[in-house]
C-alpha cells in the first residue's frame, strides 16, 4: 500500500468515509494507492487521449496526456513516472 499524501509530504492523513484504495499496475507491480476518495472510475479510449500540452510554466512531469470524454477534460496521471522502482521494490517488501 502507498499512501499518497505522505509521500508528497502530506504528514497528516485522517481516514473517512470517502477513503479509499485505488489498485493499479506499474512497472509489473500490483499497488494499492490509499487515496482520499474517488468521485468515479472512467474506462477512455486511447484515441481520446492527447499529449500534455504546454501550460506555461505548470508542472507536467507526472501528466502522460489529457484525455476527452464528452464534454470533460481528464488529466491522467503517469504512474510510472510518479513512482520510482525503488519506491515500487519498498513498497512490496
Known amino acids: 500500500m502507498w ?3 505522505a509521500a508528497w509530504g502530506c504528514n497528516q492523513w485522517l481516514r473517512t468515509r470517502n477513503t479509499r484504495i485505488v ?3 506499474v512497472h509489473g507491480q500490483t499497488l494499492g494507492f490509499i ?10 479510449r486511447a484515441d481520446t487521449v492527447e499529449p500534455t500540452p504546454r501550460i506555461g510554466t505548470v508542472e507536467r ?8 470524454l464528452e464534454s470533460r477534460l481528464l ?19
Not at 61 to 67: A, K, T
Not at 75 to 93: F, K, S, W
Request: proline share 0%; glycine share 6%.
Open 35 to 44: 487515496v482520499d476518495a474517488v468521485s468515479e472510475v472512467l474506462r477512455i
Open 75 to 93: 488529466l491522467m496521471l503517469d504512474l510510472e513516472r510518479l513512482m520510482n522502482e525503488a519506491e515500487i521494490g519498498a513498497t512490496v517488501q
Open 23 to 25: 489498485v493499479v499496475d
Open 3 to 5: 499512501r499518497c499524501a
Open 61 to 68: 512531469e507526472y501528466i502522460s496526456g489529457v484525455g476527452k
